[in-house]
């Protein structure tokens, strides 16, 4: 059975505990609220240097929004709690992969933070200085994230697994001036060279000035002269009247995010200043029922995605919350690891990846049986769709029968959770989103832009804007309009399929464009296709995903070899290591099948279609319209050899 064929059959229903619902934050009345009076109301959450007196503005494709107000991102997340006397409160317990600890109070991280933005300034860091950061999970990355606020420079952050390529194209696009990175990262017991692969993206990004090395591992790591600075040799102060806090229009640039596309070129999303706060803020509140002086919140994400931007950093530290920071990886030195962290620290909120949860399930309910897990209160689940049987294994064997489920959609270019059951609130469904969230108007297209009423599945879209929507495509406004806004004019087309069931509830069903979900890291076809070709050997490349039962989906690359190289092992294993460099690890096939043509229409076109159909092993869709139909049938007969799974 296919994930749709089992999500229309699911009908478990978990309504919200008793207990739960009389202490939540949410209370059913919140989906009947205004939504001017909604997004007002909750701008009162952050300190604002002066006030805004628009709440929004909209002409379709972009918004602005709390228009004409001035605040910091960084005072709101980190001083203010100071100032009202949460100084010792914990910030972040943060977990090292080898087993050291560090316990960083609001206090202790208004001192780091200040002390980075002084090192950035040293580096000529002023507001407007573009900066990357390539980072591994260590304390350092919230804190550069939030020197940078400080200073009112826009970062991006780089996933710590991409290559020097994929580095080197971010800063270019960004022209960054600035980078901030580490020695080495830690990586299941060995090293992974940070500052050597920023050297290489560097040689690459002329733009880049200055570099500032944070001391990770203690590696040996060649430095440049007058561009490369250990951030421990800098002798800056850290007392916050050293460095104040620059005051930020509404809609001034925070951060871009680079995702995946449907291109071979990936795209910097724009979020801005008070619009992204006052959503992952609002949203962090009532979707994990914080109680920001009793949880302590887990989002085992990484930082350099959005779901870490969001909800590692930004919406909790807005909220004055005890956060986890862990370094390494779920079964690292061992498959206990996880467990382990939610008791030592009693980790009451867990937010994980569906990919996570059913790499738990496969070990065994065993490891996480040895530890206490019964300070768990709230589970979450986010990044690709979350097949029932995982979603009751997690509710079962880690949240122990008694702990809702938020099953949260969103996007990088939406910048908040937009669909999510509210705990307490809503009655579960294992697999569905459920509702979106109040304000949020969800619904579900057909192909010619009519509503798909209950039953019925097609596009989902958004009608209506959200203060932490993306403000564009950095540099591409063309591509921006294009991408998102020109099916239905004027209404945001998400690129997921989605269903909407008898009660309105929403089911998400991955993406219906050319990008992949894999482990929850979205991943381009068309990328990795050009990755594929750029090695000497390969005249054509065509990639598809195709369902995995651990990842969600995984990579095949159906290859055509220029003459003279033959299909070998080593040519496989060559191909796979070369997507690594380009790319990133993430980034490789599960499988690589050589072929000696590809299928393609009389004008020339690819069917990647009737390449699912083979990497899937279904019977094969219509191909009539090939230039030569027993291409495909002999890539099949080849597909039965089949390749190497990770
Ligand atoms: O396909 C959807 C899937 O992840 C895509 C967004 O990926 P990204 O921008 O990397 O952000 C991931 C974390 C927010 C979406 O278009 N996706 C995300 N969450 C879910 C999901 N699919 C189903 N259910 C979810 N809860």
Redesign the pocket.
């Known amino acids: 059975m296919n994930q749709i064929d089992t999500l229309q059959t699911e009908e478990r229903r978990y309504p919200p505990p008793p207990e739960f619902a009389a202490q939540a934050n949410a209370r059913a009345d919140i989906y009947g609220r205004d939504f001017d009076e909604l997004w007002r109301t909750e701008a009162g959450r952050l300190d604002w240097l002066e006030p805004w007196h628009t709440l929004y503005e909209w002409e379709a494709p972009y918004a602005k929004w709390y228009v004409g107000g001035k605040l910091n991102v960084c005072f709101n997340c980190v001083d203010r709690h100071v100032e009202a006397g949460l100084g010792s409160r914990v910030a972040y317990h943060w977990e090292g992969e080898p087993g050291d600890a560090e316990t960083i109070t609001y206090a202790d991280l208004q001192r780091r933070v200040v002390r980075f933005a002084n090192a950035l300034r040293e580096l000529g860091v002023r507001k407007g200085t573009p900066v990357a950061i390539y980072m591994g999970m260590v304390p350092d990355l919230p804190v550069a994230m939030l020197a940078c606020t400080r200073l009112g420079a826009p970062h991006t952050v780089v996933f710590g697994g991409f290559s020097a390529d994929s580095l080197s194209s971010r800063m270019n696009d960004m022209g960054c001036e600035v980078l901030v990175t580490q020695d080495e990262a830690w990586r299941r017991g060995t090293t992974v060279p940070l500052k050597r692969t920023a050297d290489e993206a560097m040689a690459v990004a002329a733009g880049v000035r200055a570099c500032l090395v944070v001391r990770r591992t203690g590696g040996e790591v060649p430095m440049t002269d007058g561009r490369d600075r250990w951030l421990d040799e800098l002798d800056v102060a850290d007392d916050p009247e050293s460095c104040p806090c620059e005051p930020m229009d509404a809609e001034d640039l925070l951060f871009l995010?680079y995702?995946?596309g449907t291109t071979a070129k990936p795209k910097g999303?724009v979020h801005t200043t008070a619009g992204y706060l006052v959503a992952v803020a609002t949203t962090h509140d009532y979707i994990f029922d914080l109680k920001a002086d009793r949880d302590v919140y887990w989002c085992a994400?990484d930082i350099g995605?959005?779901?870490g931007h969001?909800y590692i950093v930004y919406g909790p530290l807005a909220n004055a919350t005890t956060s986890v920071i862990y370094e390494g990886t779920p079964d690292f030195p061992d498959k206990e690891r996880w467990w382990a962290i939610v008791e030592r620290y009693g980790v009451s909120i867990l937010y994980a990846?569906?990919t996570a949860i059913r790499a738990h399930m496969k070990w065994g309910p065993e490891h996480a049986g040895k530890h206490r897990l019964s300070s768990l209160r709230l589970l979450g689940?986010?990044?690709?769709?979350?097949n029932p049987e995982a979603w009751v294994w997690y509710h079962e064997h880690i949240g122990g029968g008694r702990c809702p489920i938020v099953?949260?959609?969103?996007?990088?270019?939406?910048g908040m959770?937009m669909?999510?059951p509210l705990p307490g609130v809503t009655t579960l469904k294992p697999g569905s989103?459920t509702q979106p969230f109040p304000g949020v108007d969800a619904a579900v297209y057909d192909e010619s832009g009519n509503e798909v009423g209950p039953g019925g599945g097609g596009y989902?879209v958004l009608r209506r804007p959200w203060p932490a929507m993306t403000r564009g495509i950095y540099g591409d406004p063309e591509r921006f309009q294009q991408t998102y806004w020109s099916r239905y004019p004027g209404i945001y087309f998400?690129?997921?399929g989605a269903r909407i069931d008898e009660d309105g509830d929403f089911w998400?069903?991955?993406?219906v464009d050319d990008?992949m979900?894999v482990s929850?890291?979205?991943i381009s076809t068309i990328e990795v296709e050009s990755a594929l070709v750029d090695h000497p050997a390969v005249a054509e490349a065509a990639v598809c995903g195709r369902n995995d039962a651990l990842t969600g989906q995984a990579i095949v690359a159906f290859v055509t070899l220029k003459g003279g190289h033959e299909g070998s092992v080593e040519m496989l294993e060559e191909l796979r290591n070369h997507v690594a460099e380009v790319i990133g690890p993430i980034a490789k096939p599960a499988n690589v099948l050589f072929t000696p043509e590809l299928p393609k229409t009389r004008s020339g076109k690819i069917m990647r279609r009737l390449l699912r159909d083979v990497a899937e092993n279904r019977p094969l869709g219509d191909t009539t319209t090939l230039a030569d139909p027993t291409v495909v049938e002999e890539i099949r007969e080849r597909s039965t050899a089949g390749g190497p799974d990770e």
């Open positions: 995010m995702t995946s999303i994400a995605w959005i779901t969001s990846a569906p689940s986010v990044g690709e769709p979350i099953d949260t959609w969103w996007q990088t270019e939406t959770i669909i999510t989103g989902l998400a690129g997921d998400l069903l991955g993406r990008v979900n929850g890291h979205r």
